[in-house]
């Protein structure tokens, strides 16, 4: 008893001394908030593509099939908010913080994925979903970060959704140091072999959602999504945090 009260009063101390911060605005956590204060939780540019018969998503993708004449059986795809620093910095920030900065934190991930999978649980984006694949990094990459902030989207979409993640299938290939600075063409050309999927049987008649932290031109996930192609039956949709959309 008398221990239990001195580690709560340690704790009070810790939190007077070193308070909880929103990495997005910088402000201190009341009590009841977590990871993220109220206020950019509420300023989330939030794209609505769960009510929407056919959203920006879709165009990008069913797009890119057509003009790169590919076979994928893309089924649906979303993105939560909107990334970009006219619709709302708080955003872009919060998922900067997570990643760079001096301490990339993946609970951000974990947080926002299972705020996504709350807001559209109602709606049909996961309907059907066999498992959730996060677009894997770069083992170097991983080891720098310590984590992939792909995967703890899923954690995040898992524990509310319920349906399983799979790490095991689809694996990066090397690395593309380049990729944020090339345009379009050529990131194109820098991602074609980036992935490869092991035992790829197991994926046949099976609905995978891709899971990414943001969707730019696509052609990560375009690049995912092509190994599927010889797979039968496998159909994929696709799912982000952020849309960098203006
Ligand atoms: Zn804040």
């Known amino acids: 008893m008398i221990l239990g009260m001195l580690s709560s009063a340690f704790h009070a101390v810790l939190e007077v001394l070193f308070p909880k911060c929103c990495p997005a605005c910088g402000g201190k956590l009341v009590a009841d908030e977590q990871i993220i204060c109220a206020d950019c939780l509420a300023s989330i540019p939030r794209t609505e593509h769960a009510i929407l018969e056919q959203n920006g998503i879709d165009l990008l993708f069913q797009g890119l099939i057509q003009k790169e004449k590919c076979t994928v059986r893309y089924e649906?795809?979303?993105?939560?908010a909107y990334y970009n620093k006219e619709r709302g910095m708080h955003f872009r920030t919060m998922i900067e913080r997570g990643k760079f900065g001096n301490h990339p934190d993946p609970q951000i991930f974990y947080f926002l994925g299972s705020l996504a999978a709350q807001e559209y649980i109602d709606s049909d984006i996961f309907d059907e979903v066999d498992c959730l694949v996060?677009?894997?990094?770069?083992?170097?990459?991983?080891?720098?970060?310590?984590?992939?902030?792909?995967?703890y989207i899923c954690k995040g979409l898992s524990d509310v959704l319920h349906i399983p993640i799979d790490t095991e299938h689809?694996?990066?290939?090397?690395?593309?140091?380049?990729?944020?600075?090339?345009?379009f063409a050529q990131r194109k050309d820098n991602v074609k072999d980036l992935f490869a999927i092991r035992y790829p049987e197991e994926w046949k008649n099976k609905h995978i959602l891709l899971v990414d932290d943001v969707i730019t031109s696509g052609s990560t996930m375009m690049a995912c999504m092509k190994k599927t192609t010889p797979i039968r039956g496998c159909r994929i949709s696709v799912f982000s945090l952020g849309w960098a959309h203006k």
């Open 76 to 80: 649906r795809g979303a993105s939560f």
């Open 134 to 151: 996060p677009v894997p990094l770069h083992p170097r990459r991983l080891r720098q970060r310590g984590f992939n902030q792909a995967e």
């Open 170 to 183: 689809l694996v990066r290939t090397r690395n593309n140091p380049h990729q944020s600075r090339s345009e």
